[in-house]
């Protein structure tokens, strides 16, 4: 695989994914890493 067929891959990727984290209830960087501590946490304990 080329490199600009990886670009446009990621491009693609990207646009289709715009609007996404919002509509998962995300406004902010913050909240994506509550929801990663809080995920982190539920998983450890279930272990």
Do not use: H
Not at 18 to 25: N, S, W
Not at 28 to 39: C, M, N, Q
């Amino acid at each position: 695989m080329s490199e600009s067929t990886i670009i446009y891959a990621m491009q693609k990727f990207q646009e289709q994914m715009k609007g996404q984290a919002e509509k998962a209830g995300f406004t902010s960087e913050e909240d994506v890493a509550d929801w990663i501590t809080k995920t982190r946490r539920e998983e450890n304990s279930t272990l």
